[in-house]
């Protein structure tokens, strides 16, 4: 099991967990790794941290200029430009946007599979579930076409719930 840092061209970041790096790179080019807050799927692996403050710039090059304060929608920025401080005001949204998610979605638990399936064929109703399945799992519910979102909750917001 691989967890993944991602992010999408509009700067979201988020967590995507794979088989391996060849099960992320074969997602990825199935557009199947999606950014869960505005569906692109142009998704690239994040550089950690210390190496994205460095970008493209040549060690010598001058220090860089006064960056804008932290905003949490950083449209149209580019992930190489973003700043420390951006990156971790997105980290603090997404920690926002999956607790969100744990507080409107129902958990089930092993059983997400089984339930994404029966919805998907209408044997239950729908509604919002989340829980664990394996990437076997969440392959093959891709792979009928239901649309799973790979999403790793931070500990914080499982525990808010229960
Ligand atoms: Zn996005």
């Known amino acids: 099991m691989k967890v993944l840092d991602l992010h999408c061209p509009q700067g979201h970041l988020f967590e995507g ?18 950014c869960p807050v505005c569906g692109d799927s ?3 692996k994040r550089l950690s941290a210390p190496r994205l403050n460095l970008g493209a710039r040549p060690p ?3 220090p860089p200029a006064a960056v804008p304060p932290a905003t949490v929608s950083a449209q149209g920025a580019s992930p190489s ?3 420390l401080e951006q990156l971790q005001a997105m980290q603090a949204a997404w920690l926002q946007w999956s607790r969100k998610v744990a507080e409107q979605t129902e958990d089930v638990g092993e059983h997400f599979a089984d339930e994404a399936r029966r919805m998907h064929y209408g ?5 919002a ?7 076997e ?8 076409g239901i649309a799973v979102v790979p999403l790793a909750l931070p500990e914080g917001s499982k525990e808010k719930l229960q």
């Open 123 to 127: 044997e239950i109703d729908e509604r």
């Open 42 to 44: 142009s998704i690239t």
């Open 137 to 144: 799992q969440a392959m093959a519910l891709l792979d009928e």
């Open 60 to 62: 010598q090059a001058s």
């Open 129 to 135: 579930i989340r829980g664990q399945a394996s990437p």
């Open 81 to 83: 430009a973003q700043t």
């Open 17 to 34: 967990w794979f088989a391996s790096e060849d099960d992320f790179q074969n997602q990825l080019e199935r557009k199947l790794v999606l």
